[in-house]
């Protein structure tokens, strides 16, 4: 008998630093080399300018009063003031709080008050939100925050000029009196119930989950990584970010917010060979190719990249490796684990990476729990949990939330998974999502990739909805191909007839433009089943 228990590589030993002085150290290799492209606006960096902005920005955050273990929220989409922020905060022990930019006046107050953020950093605004605006808003009823600076206008030249108050040579001892388990960032997860929890992480954890990511993707200093997914969120500035900088790589900003066609042109223009997206961004870079206002070609120089937040579609997967990134890898995690636990190579099989989350990465441990903690067998479904460096500091100020979520070292992860001989995880869906129709355990993610496979069906996603027989009944969200007939209960069940058992076809069917998603391009599952519930008028 083999358990559900599988143990990380130790070949490449973990990284004890600081984020600072492993920039550092890479600036010194490679000064010359480009660091980072703001692509919609133009504006390059080496490696040694990059590296100076940092510490300017640093000396002007201690020039304004920021010291070690304040709290610097950044509210803001994709661009290089992010990551100039995320750097330099590191590099006097600051910990820099990422602010969802879909939050609005209620959850923004919480987050500034919760987190005790004395400086906040902002874009002014974003598509149609005025953060400037909620600022004001909200700002009487945060007493500890004592300054907000707007990137662009004058407060922001304000904090670049507060630099000459500090010399470098006091930020170098700043820096040097860091210790890399100190905490660094928080990171507030999107809950469906309650207030967001404030993920706090160290150095330790996120340098080096960014560096084992970027080892699994085979990164150098030859590599140009197009980041489209949010920099708030550890996908953008962790497995982007800190991947690309621990590796000597270039970190391509395609624009502000995800545009497929831009995201395309990045890659094109920059020739990038490394390419990131959750399943829905891929799906609507496809989309243009498919219809001719991109070419397939735009893909040329990408060899390796990263699809995760969700479940990969083989069907899509196959297109991104027939147009030539043969080393896409899938990874899978979750903010409070800095965020990545398992990852496909790659060099696996096509199988393995749309059957599979991957394996272990280094210095980590996994496994697969039942109801009561023990480790299943492998094959046995069970609770995802993980152990290691990677495992976050705790919630921040929530003790009693912390320990609810992590016993004896084990992250609880919520998701339902499965571990096969070779130590290979399938993601079989969130616990809370799990459909149970009429006594039978129905995992969405079985339907929506059977759907995948209709030749008319862009996206789906399938979700439990109250039935007064069965206890729930599935319900398929739909996402047509251009020009495509809308698709019925009854062109499905058809379609499904004799392929799937009858228990799993969907009863109802909802065509859509869209799905309701999280700005890191999660589906939201519960407003899915809450917006069909209420209009199809079902109660258990």
Known sequence: MTLSIATGETDVPLLHQTISANLDATVARFPDREAMVDFAVGRRWTYAAFAADVDRLARGFAGSGVGKGDRVGIWAPNCGEWTLVQYATAKIGAILVNINPAYRTHELQYVLNQAGIKVLVAAPSFKTSDYAAMIEEVRGEVPGLDQVVFIGRDSWDELWAAAEQVTQQELDAIAAELSPDDPINIQYTSGTTGFPKGATLSHVNILNNGFHVGEVCRYTEDDRICIPVPFYHCFGMVMGNLAATSHGACMVIPAPGFDPAITLAAVRAERCTSLYGVPTMFVAEWALIESGEADASDLSTVRTGIMAGAPCPAELMKK?????????????????????????????????????????????????????GTFVERGEPGEFVTKGYSVMLGYWRQPERTAEAIVDGWMRTGDLAVMDDNGYVQITGRIKDMVIRGGENIYPREIEEFLYTHPDVL???VIGVPDPKYGEELCAWVRMKPGAEPLTAESIRAFATGKLAHYKIPRYVEIVEDFPMTVTGKVRKVEMRELTSAKLGLSR
């Open 320 to 372: 991104f490796i027939a147009a030539g990134i043969e080393e896409m890898t899938i990874c899978y995690g979750m903010t409070e684990t800095s965020p990545v636990s398992t990852q496909t190579r790659t060099d696996d099989s096509f199988d393995l990476k749309v059957g599979t989350v991957g394996r272990v990465m280094p210095h980590l441990q996994i496994g697969i729990i039942d109801a009561e």
């Open 459 to 461: 996206d789906a996603q």
